[in-house]
């Protein structure tokens, strides 16, 4: 068969075994896993020079807000030293 028909088997059996909490906190969490992967990367791979630089942070609608939070002078310092 295909490709999807190999995936798909296995996963099949996980979902029906499973109690359905786990399989949604799999889900869950396979999902946030995702999406601070894709931020990573297009924070890496994707800048472009025309626009003022952005501060490193894992998650896209978090941000940095913790940690500007705790200390905003030590969080606005040492990014102002990183980027010049």
Do not use: C
């Not at 399989?23 to 969490?29: D, H, K, L, S």
């Not at 896209?60 to 040492?78: A, E, L, M, N, R």
């Amino acid at each position: 068969m295909g490709l999807l028909a190999a995936i798909t088997g296995p996963l099949g059996d996980f979902v029906v075994k499973t109690p359905l909490a786990l399989v949604i906190a799999a889900a869950v969490a396979s999902f946030l896993t995702l999406v601070v992967i894709l931020n990573v990367l297009h924070q890496l791979l994707f800048r472009n020079p025309k626009e003022p630089p952005v501060v490193f942070h894992l998650f896209p609608i978090i941000g940095s807000t913790i940690t500007y939070g705790i200390d905003p002078y030590k969080f606005f310092f040492t990014n102002r030293e990183k980027v010049g």
